[in-house]
């Protein structure tokens, strides 16, 4: 009934999975400096604790239930016969990993892996709520996303679910494929981004009465920066982490996906130079930021079964695309994002799958592999967007998910934390800093 | 004669050990950021760079003298015969690691972990002596520690010592079994750090002339939670490090070790935000990484040996306990640790000791396992804390430790570095930050 | 026609060196953290977005054609016959690395490998161009640097070219040594920074007119010394993975790397900790950091073939030298390198390239390594200098390579990208901080 490649590892192959799964943290450490920096001083403590708490409910929700609807391929599952076959949408694992050894089996690999990951998932929302979203809000919040809505989408991409079936089942290339999660970590924390900000609304200020957006610069962008370079670390484990416990890569073909994920950032980050020059004049290093990580973002799905020239494409494209929607969200659309949450996670991410169908290559050639991958995304938008709204929605009839006017001109520091991050350093007070 | 677990080594499981080890000095930065961002502006270059100090000499000494004394199971050690039995009490090396082939055995990986890790023990007194603690008095206490406090003790635990011994000895369970250090590293160093706290007394205008203590805020909480992240990854690699060397579990059973160590991090500092949160109202910033990280210092000892849900018990006891010690040492015993060293890394290391005696499991069952951990818990109350405590007080007659009022005055950077660490910002100068 | 020692590489191999790559990052996060530290607020974000640049531009130019002429040992070169003796010279490999199988073998890890630290290579002159240095002029530099300059050697000495083959050829010892890079990446890095210096000259008021120098300030201590903490990781990663790939050591054999990274950092840190403390009364924490980075530089390339004592001494020299160094460029030769970069770099990987000629044993013994050794470093002065000094000069002639005053005065965030990297915090004004 498997779907997916998952040969038995070797105990080398586990070995470099859990070295690569420490890596993994460094994602959500690079993400919690990027969200802080693009950030106002005011709210700094809040979003890095906020950051901690985030791993720390996702984690512990995973372990409680989300594993347990996740699963991996092979292993106890839920199945619908919809004309003549059987289709695999939920994993029937018991709750806090009591059915499975934690004993180096690519299934308690996943787990680990995912305990780690699915904090970054849900990390990626605090980029859009970023100094107005409420720490009590945030954590039932992440406990959503981690106990339900990303296990139900990763069962169906890596527990063997229907999305990985539609291989089997219709021809469609080997199913629904992502090797480092750039739809199930990254898309839909990305789309959750999307949902909250339009929950809460843009931050006081930012639009003025004719809907013009203000620019309000992060505080610091020496945090975003060294943020950037954490994250490449981090993605370099959970490519590769990803690469062998979901597309059955052997751990020597791991250097494809490392100088994979280095090219599709650089080019990324380039591109994001190039653009932002030539439509400000100077290039602008927040941007330049989002660019980067929009590499990492969409380099993951395909890191395994793509050429570097093909990653090369891929980074380029996403250099391109996330530089643009932070723009057509901001002032289009007006969703104020301040981390840019939704275009580098999102647009990045789906950019990615995509991206697999267009250049993915195999050993034995397979066909309509990209329809697959559109079925995928097709899920995110179609299925995913409005779940991940509609529990956020829900859970704002329970707990207010915004601050108040006078939490937001305090600063989330001082009304929820009681203490600035930064006491003894003097800081502008005035509302917004122009230069 | 070596009374512990200690397989030889696949080709796998030395490779990984050394993945693992070289993540260690993430949990030597960590710490120092954390330490650094809970002390004042006028402090921060003087915090970072004794941290550095401590990294080094803490690893020459172990080079030049410690390894001589800590050894490791089945090596060459001066034993004396108790009541007909053969104790073994301190290791028989050559200095220099002159008798060690660095080739990859586990008695040479333990080499270069520890002289990561006792790097790590050694820093943990930086949170304590904050703020006063002089340089050159931190580089000889770190000497003393690192050559031969922590050897004698690590010796007796993780070199087939007596506490070790005690198991085959006198049936207490298996010995006095530490995976991670919690003794070893954590408590010996927490335990240090009280010694410190004690002799050079609490900062200028930490308690008022009643007795009651006043808050002085650390100066950069994005520090402090950047740190918490680091250490995160780091104490992944030590505890796999140590589960491997000193607990004999094989490379394929890091993965119940990662899961141990996120869970019980997570849980704790979950739990320091819903104490702080009741008690004063609101989250506080400070302690819940102070939570966080005594969660991550009780999962060592056990990280190995104990079920997912038991790790979820210790993180929770090891949040609860740390928050109230906190409080604890600060009103009630008049114990100025402004990084909470004591109760983060003695008490989280103790009560994780301690836990491990009530929740770990073997393959086959042990009966007076807790016996075991509670003499290992007395040798470091009755024997280490005395040790530590006498040595800084010899120390003191011969370097004085704490720097003079005009020193605390000026801030420890310009006082004995001469330069501030921040010097282009503006900050406060009033004494204290009320806000 | 291999002259080196690469042996097939077993799956272990392979996996440990994969595991070592992905920490090379962290040495580039630590040097921007450094080189942004030691400068200027008003050029912090500049600094930080050039690191990003560099890391990214370095990697596509070594996807593109670097690694087409760089090559590894016993893969197509170009060969001259001088003398009877077939000298390989450059390597001939297509561009794009579409000769490449990335599946393990050891030239796909080097070229992994040099991905990254090509990177790195180029992150050096970083530190002598800060606060004046043009962003356009740092991308084509790099382009130079890592699409023809480091290639170019890195042939000669890891890709089976003539400097690694002057010891079959002429019998000196094992031909031209190099494990970790000292010499490739930190020598090249290093004498590139040194011509950067020259091009562009020292910042606007460093120097009186009398040609005194004046001290200006890092503007924050705190990232100096982080990145201290993360290059140590970032090297204990490059100086393995160079060990396994450059100099054929067994997996099991890092951990002596380790060991001597270890011990080559700490004692240079504490030699640089006396002699501050001996010339100006107290310990001076950017030259203390330095001397810490001179540690790791000097530890590359012997890291595999010394004993630990060796270290010791290769250490201790190299953080005299490096603090010596600095105020020797600084004082007598006028050359004002606010990193520290020529010193650290170029004098440390020297001497370390140098010091594996006096203290290198191997299972077999041979005479004249330390001739090979002196070849190699001729070559760096007597070649690549000039080379990499003429192609800056070159570049001048068509990218202006200095910011105009306007630019330094305002610095050069705002000069060259419209924004400051704090704007939330009060500064000071005035040109030079004094205290």
Not at 69 to 83: K, L
Not at 130 to 155: E, K, M, N, Q
Not at 156 to 184: E, I, K, M, P
Not at 214 to 234: D, Y
């Amino acid at each position: 009934m498997t779907q997916q490649f998952v040969p038995a590892l070797s105990e080398t192959g586990t070995a470099l999975s859990i070295a690569c799964i420490f890596l993994v943290p460094l994602c959500g450490a690079g993400l919690a400096l990027i969200n802080t920096g693009l950030g106002r001083s005011r709210s700094a403590a809040h979003s890095m604790l906020a950051a901690l708490c985030v791993i720390a409910v996702a984690a512990l929700m995973y372990f409680a239930c989300g594993y347990s609807w996740q699963g991996f391929a092979g292993r106890p599952a839920h199945v619908i016969t919809v004309s003549g076959k059987a289709w695999n949408w939920i994993a029937a694992e018991p709750f806090f990993l009591r059915g499975l050894q934690l004993d180096g089996s690519p299934a308690s690999l996943a787990a680990l892996l995912q305990m780690l990951s699915v904090g970054l998932a849900a990390m990626i929302p605090l980029g859009s709520g970023s100094d107005r979203w409420r720490l009590s809000a945030i954590c039932v919040s992440t406990a959503l996303l981690a106990g339900f809505t990303y296990p139900l989408y990763a069962h169906w991409v890596w527990g063997g679910g229907w999305l990985a079936q539609v291989g089997a089942h219709y021809g469609l290339g080997r199913g629904f494929l992502d090797a480092g999660g750039g739809s199930t970590i990254q898309a839909v924390g990305g789309l959750t981004a999307l949902a909250i900000a339009w929950i809460i609304g843009p931050r006081r200020g930012k639009y003025s009465p004719d809907g013009m957006p203000t620019a309000i610069p992060g505080h610091n962008a020496v945090l975003v920066l060294l943020g950037c370079a954490l994250a490449l670390v981090g993605w370099l484990g959970l490519n590769s982490a990803g690469a062998i416990l979901f597309a059955g890569v052997a751990p020597t073909a791991v250097v494809l996906v490392g100088v994979n994920t280095v090219i599709s950032a650089a080019v990324a980050a380039l591109a994001a130079v190039m653009i932002t020059r030539m439509r400000f004049g100077k290039p602008d290093a927040s941007l330049v930021a989002n660019g980067w990580v929009g590499g990492l973002v969409a380099s993951s799905a395909a890191c395994a079964s793509v050429t570097p020239a093909a990653a090369l494409v891929i980074g380029l494209v996403a250099g391109i695309l996330v530089t643009v929607s932070i723009e057509l969200f901001e002032v289009r659309l007006a969703v104020d994002d301040p981390g840019g949450a939704v275009s580098v996670h999102a647009v990045g991410g789906i950019w990615g799958v995509l991206a697999l169908g267009f250049f993915a290559h195999f050993p034995k050639p397979v066909s309509g592999q990209w329809l697959a991958q559109l079925v995928g995304v097709a899920t995110l938008l179609g299925f995913v967007l409005p779940l991940t709204y509609g529990l956020n929605w829900l859970l704002e009839r329970f707990v207010p998910q915004r601050a108040p006017l006078e939490g937001e001109r305090l600063g989330m520091d001082v009304y929820e934390l009681g203490a600035t991050a930064y006491p003894e350093f003097v800081t502008h007070t005035e509302e917004f800093i122009q230069r």
